[in-house]
């Protein structure tokens, strides 16, 4: 100990670098309180109205409520811890965070959800993370919580290895499978209520980025076995399964004034990575010997959007982005085939770790038969950041 304290004394006077701290690592406790006024002039699903998704528009006149709600919100709020500390020759890097929109069964709540718990050592990563199969610098600068149609999107549990990492960087990964099947007509029959995705094997996904002075560029790709299967008949019958895919190119380009981002995805059975997909089984008509067959879903989505600064505290933040179904023939005339969805903003930062400002959305869903609906809204945002790093 009195060596140790000597030590310490000594580097302080000679200003070298002190190596025990450096071998302590770091930890530090991060996040922002956000709130959000949102005046909604028509109505989405109330579980979903803290946001704007295509996919909960309705499409039937009145199906929520008359037009018009507000919303007040701090579900974006986010709390977050991380550490880096050696271990062996490598750093070991740990991130545990939340925020505080529910999903799932807590839909419409105000209550923690995970985003991040996860571990990287070297060239190993476990845990819950984004997935590979989408673009960690793709999500536009909006203060919407959702954000645009047409990305790729979720957070999965992983192990993933990394051979290289840099300026370019190389990945693959097996994901927590997760598969969304409609019944569709068959359903509404009552045939196949006890029908349940079986998830048999993980998902395999890659991504290769380059960075450069000027941006970016990546490409993604997925693999996925999808199965569905019924519970409590013999041998589980009727079941099946398709293979899903998916493969995703998108980029960063700085121009002068801002950053201009875009992402075209396009597969079958991947809905579930989508920022606000369909689904990624669903039966159709198929052949005499095998008359009803459950398909991969195919679907696409592109996303491009604009990012302008005016100067070092006001910036604003313009796109579009498209989620697209090619619904089955057995899939009911009220399923999700089309989201679109449009923003604009005026961001403005008055002081280090506070941002004001206001974005107006825009957002229609279509179905397979036709039918459509819109919404229209308007956010005010106050965001708040935090860093241990700032305050001790």
Known sequence: MKKE????????VSGATPVLAQEQGEFEVYGFAMFDFIQDFNRVNPDWNATLRAS????????????????LSVRQSRLGV?????????????VFEFDLFGVGDDAGQTTMRVRHAYGKWGKWLAGQTNTLFMDNNMFPNVIDYWGPSGMTFIRNAQIRYTPFEGQKTLAFAFEQPGHDIDTGALGRLGLTDNVQGHQALPDLTMQYN????????????????????SVGTPDNEPKGSDMGWGLSAS???????????????????????????????????????????????????????????????????????????????????????????????????????????????WGQRTDKGGASGEDVRVQFSVKYNFSSKTVF
């Open 82 to 94: 991380k550490a880096d500390m050696p271990v062996g020759d490598e750093t070991l890097s740990t």
């Open 210 to 229: 380059s960075q450069a002075d000027w941006g970016h560029w990546q490409l993604a790709g997925i693999w996925r076995d999808i199965r569905y299967e």
């Open 56 to 71: 909960r528009i309705p499409t039937t006149d009145g199906l929520y409520g008359s037009d018009g709600e507000t919303i």
């Open 251 to 361: 980029g960063n380009i700085k121009v002068p004034t801002g950053t201009v981002r875009l992402q075209y995805v396009q597969g079958e059975g991947i809905a579930s990575y989508m920022n606000d997909g369909g689904m990624d089984m669903a039966p159709a008509l198929g052949s005499v010997a095998d008359p009803i067959e459950a398909n991969a879903v195919p679907i696409y989505g592109a996303v491009a959007y604009y990012e302008h600064g005016w100067n070092a505290q006001w910036t604003s933040t313009i796109g579009y982005g498209i989620t697209e179904v090619d619904n089955q023939n057995l899939q009911t005339a009220d399923t999700y085939k089309k989201g679109e969805y449009a923003s604009v903003n005026l961001l403005h930062t008055p002081a280090e770790n506070v941002l004001v400002g206001g974005e107006l959305m």
């Open 5 to 12: 304290v000597i030590a310490g004394a000594l580097l302080a």
